[in-house]
């Protein structure tokens, strides 16, 4: 559970726990993040309105190892929000306030229809000597920590979301850089050119972040 008011987190760890559900709980985002890739949850309860960044983010980078669900629960009650979360990867929202019993039968649906499993894929992606933490954000080359700019490190991780699968410019444009840039592909190129640089051995005969010509790009990982 991610939630930042301590109230809130009493009442739903309290309800969950008469279920013989048994809790961890988090207040901000980034411990969440890590407390999800260490204990591999069942059943992620979410809160939008963290401290430290939007629950939206959260559910971003969680999908990026897990299909576990996620239940978000927030006090926003605006239809475009619901779809932002349910567009970003949640399972289901609750608007507070709520009950007890509405929470219950929303968690057991979700534990149902999720077979009761959790994260399927390991957070940290290796390839050679590059180890990228995506729930740490952090990416190693033989064991040594990495400066990426925001930019580099978002085209990075949207490539490690579908090793080996080519991505071309405008999908990467569009999850990158938003929807206004989808003719900036000189951006792709600049970022993609320093990301090589920090990443490959020799970044003109790439080994990981190879260019399929006229394209996009893959993690050849």
């Known amino acids: 559970m991610i939630e930042d008011e301590p109230e809130i987190r009493r009442f739903v760890r309290m309800a969950l726990e008469s279920e013989g559900i048994e809790v961890f709980e988090a207040a901000t985002l980034q411990r ?22 939007d ?3 959260f559910i971003r980078e969680f999908r ?23 567009d970003a ?5 609750l608007v507070k306030p709520f009950g007890v019993a509405e929470l219950l039968a929303r968690a057991r649906v979700q534990l149902r229809r999720h077979g ?9 992606l290796r390839f050679g000597d590059i180890a ?13 920590e990495l400066h990426l ?3 580099e490190y978002r085209l990075l991780q949207e490539l490690a979301t579908a090793p080996g699968r080519v991505l071309t410019h405008q999908h990467l444009l569009k999850a990158v850089w938003g929807p206004g840039h989808a003719e900036d592909v000189h951006y792709v190129r600049v970022h993609m050119a320093n990301l090589r640089k920090k990443l490959e051995a020799d ?8 260019t399929e010509a006229g394209v996009g790009y893959r993690l050849k990982a």
């Open 149 to 151: 700019t925001p930019i």
């Open 64 to 86: 990026g190892w897990s299909q576990a669900p996620i239940l978000v629960l927030s006090a926003r009650e605006g239809e475009e929000r619901k779809v932002q979360a349910l």
């Open 203 to 210: 970044p003109n005969r790439p080994q990981w972040l190879v």
């Open 55 to 57: 629950g939206l983010d």
């Open 32 to 53: 969440g993040l890590i407390d999800s890739a260490t204990r591999r949850p069942e059943l992620v309860v979410l809160d939008l309105g963290l401290p430290d960044g």
């Open 89 to 93: 990867g949640a399972d289901d929202y």
């Open 116 to 124: 009761g499993g959790g994260s399927d894929a390991d957070p940290v």
């Open 132 to 144: 990228m933490d995506r729930a740490l954000r952090t990416v190693t080359k033989a064991g040594a």
